[in-house]
């Protein structure tokens, strides 16, 4: 037992060593796949990471595929924050993290929850960050699912084990989405809470924060969720930097701004369900950011 753990540790040591030695390698990368998916839908975007960037480190997190990707955020956040968190001592010069779509989302989560992660480069591909008020995605398995009445089902104790009730944002019922939502509204800062407390820090640390998003998307509803925009209560697009989270600086997204850290990339023609089977997207907007 203990010469088998001592020669694991040495092993693992001497795999260190390596990528240590390597001045010209690239930091890790971790992967979060989106909703209804999973680790395979990133593959494209790892072996084309693999591929222009040799001898990259990736980890594209299995964890919660299918439909087990419907578990609540927060198990969710835990538990790929756990795994992030142990990636991130495996690589002490530090990880790059792309989350895709609900990835995206659970990996800005991750970074606030768990501050002391090494993350340096974060790229949110096409994620609800300000939430969500479009069910298209969702008629595969609530086929009678509407926006007008989606809030009954998600603003209710059973409605927030799913993860879409835990960033579903309807414009014309905010008082049951404060009341009830237990996710969004206090990873927003828009509540605040001991229990589950956010760090600036864990954004303001990163060297860069990327969002992607585009108005051809056809999921992300509003598209401009992807940047921080959302809805008022008029369902007119309010720009993230006319609305509190930016304004009064909740999450760090004004700091990561005025030290140019944070860049929003909007591109047109590209459907929800292209963005990571777009090697012009890996190419453009995603590798730039991987050093
Ligand atoms: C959360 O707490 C901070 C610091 O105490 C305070 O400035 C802020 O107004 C509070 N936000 C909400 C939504 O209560
Ligand atoms: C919504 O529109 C109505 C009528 O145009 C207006 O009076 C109201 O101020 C608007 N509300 C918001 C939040 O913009
Ligand atoms: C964000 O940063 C850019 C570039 O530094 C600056 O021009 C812009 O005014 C900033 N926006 C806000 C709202 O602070
Ligand atoms: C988007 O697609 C339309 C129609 O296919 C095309 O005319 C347009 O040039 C495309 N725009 C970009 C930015 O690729
Ligand atoms: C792929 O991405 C490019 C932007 O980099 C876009 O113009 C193009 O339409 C996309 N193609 C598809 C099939 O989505």
């Not at 926006?147 to 998600?154: D, G, P, R, S, V």
């Not at 605040?192 to 760090?199: E, H, Q, V, W």
């Amino acid at each position: 037992m203990a010469i088998m753990a001592c020669t694991g540790f040495n092993i693992f040591i001497f795999l260190l060593t390596l990528l240590n030695n390597d001045v010209n390698s690239y930091h890790a990368v971790v992967v979060i796949h989106g909703v209804l998916t999973g680790s395979d839908s990133m593959e494209l975007i790892s072996n084309r990471i693999q591929e222009m960037h040799p001898g990259t480190q990736i980890y594209n997190i299995p964890n919660f595929a299918g439909w087990s990707s419907l578990e609540s955020m927060w198990h969710q956040v835990q538990e790929i924050g756990m795994n992030i968190m142990y990636i991130s001592a495996l690589f002490p010069k530090g990880i790059n993290l792309i989350g895709y779509s609900q990835g995206g989302l659970l990996a800005r989560a991750i970074l606030q929850t768990f501050p002391n992660h090494n993350v340096r480069n974060f790229i949110s591909l096409s994620s609800p960050q300000a939430g969500q008020y479009g069910t298209r995605f969702l008629h595969l398995f609530f086929p009678d699912l509407v926006c007008k009445t989606a809030y009954e089902l998600f603003y209710s104790k059973s409605g927030q084990h799913i993860s879409v009730g835990n960033y579903w944002n309807d414009p014309h019922h905010q008082e049951l989405y404060y009341q009830y939502s237990n996710f969004l509204p206090y990873v927003n800062k828009e509540k605040n809470s001991t229990k589950m407390p956010m760090f600036k820090q864990g954004l303001t640390k990163l060297n860069r924060l990327v969002l992607v998003g585009g108005p051809d998307d056809g999921i992300i509803t509003p598209w401009q969720s992807s940047h921080f925009g959302y809805y008022d209560a008029n369902q007119t697009v309010i720009d993230m930097r006319d609305r509190s989270i930016y304004k009064d600086d909740l999450i760090g997204l004004r700091t990561l701004n005025e030290s140019e850290r944070l860049v929003l990339i909007t591109v047109s023609n590209v459907t929800h369900n292209e963005w990571h089977k777009n090697v012009s997207i890996v190419d453009n907007f995603l590798l730039p950011y991987l050093d």
